[in-house]
């Protein structure tokens, strides 16, 4: 079942609407079933091993922690407004840093974070 990557990419250019390969088909079995049976995979937290689990279980343990951590949700992403601001005041202060480094202080494409639950498996509960 080793495949020369080389083999794979030829193979896969000369006929691209049809995959035969056995990793493709085992691939596309793997997502087909997780997806019949509303599930997914996620990574567990302590060690190199993956986790497959209801998408309803995994959902309602990250709205747990959300509500339990007094976290505030949004609909809206504020990144924006808050690099403006960053600007602005980095632009309008004479001792920060020189004039011309300011520009290395400024994130170019700011990026609010998304939140990823790892699977603790060493915990009870």
Known sequence: MAYCLHTLQQNNNSNPTHDTHPETRLMNSIKSKLKK??????????????????????????????????????????????????????????????????????NLNPSAPSIKGLIKLHKLG
């Open 37 to 106: 049976n509303n599930a997914m995979i996620a990574r567990e937290d302590k060690g190199n091993s993956i986790v497959i689990l209801p998408t309803q279980q995994y959902e309602s343990t990250i709205q747990d922690f959300l509500h339990g951590n007094n976290f505030i949700t949004t609909t809206r992403d504020p990144t924006n407004t808050f690099q403006t601001e960053i600007k602005n005041t980095i632009k309008q202060s004479k001792t920060l840093s020189p004039s011309d480094s300011k520009w290395k202080y400024i």
